[in-house]
């Protein structure tokens, strides 16, 4: 099973702040990752796709890179309404795994 | 627009059984694989295993073989994950996601969630 390991677990940044989340996989993954938003009481809420395509309706400040085993989340100005818990996921491989996520919190 | 209703919240006593259903609406049920994950409480996101709407065919992680059983009814759009022999540790919220396209991809959308809580 491919290992998914994000870092920071935790990331304190003001907002209006740019922040850079990483996910590294155990194996090359290609550029099969996706991100997710989690909030407090909320199902994942899908953010980019095939590691740096976006989904409907996420905005821009958020953008995505990488391949093989190392990848980013960029959020490039944080607004109020990112404060949530990131994570990763590959769909390489079965089984699909996760990475244990990223909680993005104000300082 | 596409949207995955899942079953309300369950409270089961240990060694029960539970059934959540994920209900689907605005696309054709049978084209797309649904997959099931699960989130303890305080916990990150745990892939369970996936469904072809349409064959029936499963393929499930195998921290959960032999315990979980996922099966649909395309009459009524609906997928459904149950697992047996419960234990505390199962407590958490269980959440249906369709992929984009035949059996690869991301998971988009994610049904609401359902609780289920495991206690004596």
């Known amino acids: 099973e491919i290992v998914m390991t994000q870092s920071p677990a935790t990331l304190s940044v003001s907002p209006g702040e740019r922040a850079t989340l990483s996910c590294r996989a155990s194996q090359s993954v290609s550029s099969n990752l996706a991100w997710y938003q989690q909030k407090p009481g909320q199902a994942p809420r899908l953010l980019m796709y095939d590691a740096s395509s976006r989904a409907t309706g996420i905005p821009a400040r958020f953008s995505g890179s990488g391949s093989g085993t190392e990848f980013t989340l960029t959020i490039s100005s944080l607004q109020s309404e990112d404060f949530a818990v990131y994570y990763c996921q590959q769909y390489k491989n079965w089984p699909r795994t996760f990475g244990q996520g990223t909680k993005v919190e104000i300082k | 627009q596409v949207q995955l209703v899942q079953s309300g919240a369950e409270v089961k006593k240990p060694g029960a059984s539970v059934k959540v259903s994920c209900k689907s609406s605005?696309?054709?049920?049978?084209?797309?694989?649904m997959h099931w994950v699960r989130q303890a409480p305080g916990q990150g996101l745990e892939w369970m295993g996936r469904?072809?709407?349409?064959?029936?065919?499963?393929n499930y992680a195998q921290k959960f073989q032999g315990r979980v059983t996922m099966t649909k009814d395309t009459s009524i759009s609906t997928a459904y994950m149950e697992l047996s022999s419960l234990t505390s540790d199962d407590t958490a919220v269980y959440y249906c996601a369709r992929v984009p396209y035949g059996d690869g991809g991301w998971l988009d959308p994610w049904g609401q969630g359902s609780l289920v809580t495991v206690s004596s």
């Open positions: 605005g696309y054709t049920f049978t084209a797309y694989y």
């Open positions: 469904i072809n709407p349409n064959s029936g065919g499963t």
